[in-house]
């Protein structure tokens, strides 16, 4: 998605949909950041921070493989961290400025106000876009679908949400799979006992090092947790059925228009031009950074979300 084609076209696109004026194509490839056109009241929201300070503070997680993690030179990367990076780029067309980032590391309990308040200006991680959320911030359209499932050893007597009774289950705190499993312990009085931990990273350990009998999150995290820990040695499986549903979005502020009307424009150009696409066999189907590989193919449903995206129905 870099070449210059795709990137004129989505620069007129979302320039003509927030209302900033038409301007010739050798305009938008060539900044004028002092002309009048570009008065502080032409723009609002994200769009005026963007172009004002010349920076897109992104949220990253550290160990929400393949979405959003850490190099080994300590440096984000992962699915969600190219969405974001299309989006920057998309944003620095629509304002006539080059944009730099700044990396803001976010977790699961801080995320969501991290957003609200302003420090972050798109999250990038593996975050679920529910209706709960949605009365705080705005998503961008579904680009990965996931359930909760659980996690244990192999050879683990647990193989059904049923077996977690009175086992000791860990969870990452602020999370819909915390929500899943509370709700599924009530329902079911399983007598589950409950460890929060802070991040997929502590949940993985609990039940490496015997802590905890399972771990409960999204199951392409838990996959992304087994292969980047493999060479640790210990053997762990996925078991059971989905516990609930996650669809993955891009999180941003609310009521910025602006800046809603770029995010579908991107969006929809992404799946277009298969990027989007691209951009998955890269970090589901390939090898990671690390060496190993989740061979994850893309599912049916993940499929037509994105043919119907492609055609301007967004998610």
């Known amino acids: 998605m870099k070449t210059q084609r795709f990137w004129s076209a989505l620069a007129s696109a979302s320039l003509m949909a927030i209302a900033l004026g038409a301007r010739a194509a050798d305009d938008v490839q060539t900044p004028a950041p002092d002309n009048d056109a570009y008065a502080p009241a032409t723009l609002t929201g994200t769009l005026a921070k963007a172009r004002d300070t010349g ?9 929400s493989v393949p979405f959003s993690y850490l190099d080994a030179r300590h440096a984000p990367i992962g699915y969600s961290i190219e969405l974001c990076k299309a989006l920057v780029a998309a944003i620095g067309n629509a304002v006539h400025k080059s944009l730099n980032i700044k990396w803001v590391p976010v977790t699961p309990e801080n ?6 308040d302003g420090r972050v200006d798109l999250e990038c991680g593996s975050t679920t876009s529910n209706i709960e959320r949605q009365k705080r911030v705005a998503f961008s359209p579904i680009f990965f679908v996931a359930g909760t499932k659980v996690m244990v050893k192999q050879g683990s007597p647990i193989h059904s949400f049923r ?3 009175g086992k000791k289950v860990a969870v990452t705190a602020g999370t819909t799979n915390e929500k899943a499993l509370r709700d599924l312990d009530r ?9 929060v931990v802070p991040d997929h990273a502590e949940g993985f350990a609990r039940v490496a090092n015997g802590q905890a009998d399972a771990f409960a999150t999204d199951d392409v995290l838990l996959y992304g947790l087994i292969a980047e ?6 053997a762990y ?14 999180m941003y502020r609310k009521n910025d228009p602006q800046l809603a009307q770029v995010v579908k424009d991107t969006f929809q150009n992404l799946a277009a031009d298969g990027e989007i696409e691209r951009q998955y066999k890269r970090w589901f189907l390939q090898r990671l950074p690390s060496g190993t590989s989740l061979d994850m193919p893309m599912s049916a449903q993940l ?6 995206m492609a055609g301007g129905e967004a998610q």
């Open 163 to 165: 077996d977690l009774a």
């Open 187 to 195: 329902k079911f009085s399983l007598g589950m006992q409950l460890q």
């Open 111 to 116: 995320r969501i106000d991290a957003v609200v």
């Open 237 to 250: 499986q996925v078991v059971g059925d989905y516990l609930s549903y996650d669809p993955y979005g891009i």
């Open 55 to 63: 920076t897109i503070a992104l949220g990253y997680r550290d160990a």
């Open 229 to 234: 820990n493999a060479a640790k040695g210990g």
């Open 303 to 308: 499929e037509s979300i994105i043919e119907s």
